[in-house]
């Protein structure tokens, strides 16, 4: 978190800049600490950008194609192979129809010639970076959530898996939630669990207590409970 990160604010985008040439990796790492709503690491090399990718859990990855050790095609297939869930932004020279194709039809949710357009760059980061786990925090934060709480980012992510399936088993969530986090299943349900306590017996915000049935009850939801009132309340304008 930046220093000048107010606990209350929304997370930043986390964005992995996977560059290997000198020049162009300090001119992008120069404008990405100028966001202040974006968080960035770096990695120089094939290899190290799928070690990164698994290790920082970005929102985004702005990936160059070529690169040592593995080249970035490679990286990207890899990458969504194994159902990697950063949106992945590809920044290369060539601009040739097939390897756009190519790159898109590997799981690149934009492809952007250089020298890159920062504004353009910058607002296709910020569209990808707000996706449902990002709105999901939106909504926690508005119940009286601190984004410094280890169940905030897990809470959102399961949220947004059960989203997709509303049928889907608790455990089948976890599970899933577990594997994009790179987290243990069992502590994402203790963690989901302390949040939903801390905002039920602590925190008692308005928009929190409108929320649930019965909000003057000792006892909280349960986690599939208060997953389900958080994807609701989705729909209840910010």
Partial sequence: MRADQKSSDLPPI?????????????????????????????????????????????????????LPGMDGMEVL???????????????????????????????????????????QLLLHIQGLGAGPDRFFQQVLIRMGANPD?????QAARCAAVLSRDREALLKVVYLQAAKE????????????????????KVVRSPFYRSLVPDPDSKGAPSNKQFLTILIRAATIPL
Avoid: C
């Fill in 149 to 153: 709480w280890k169940g905030f980012e």
């Fill in 77 to 119: 297939r890899r990458y969504k192979s194994e159902n990697g869930p950063a949106r992945v932004i590809v920044i290369s020279q060539a601009a040739d129809s097939a390897t756009i194709t190519l790159a898109l039809s590997a799981g690149a949710s934009y492809y952007l010639t250089k020298p890159v357009s920062f504004p």
């Fill in 14 to 66: 986390r964005v992995l800049l996977v560059e290997d040439e000198e020049d162009q990796r300090e001119v992008m790492s120069m404008w990405l600490e100028q966001q202040k709503d974006l968080r960035y690491t770096v990695a120089r090399t094939g290899p190290e950008a799928l070690e990164r990718a698994w290790a920082d859990q970005p929102d985004v990855i702005l990936l160059d194609l070529i």
């Fill in 181 to 200: 986090l790179n987290a243990e299943a069992k502590q994402i349900e203790i963690n989901i669990r302390r949040l939903v306590g801390a905002l039920h």
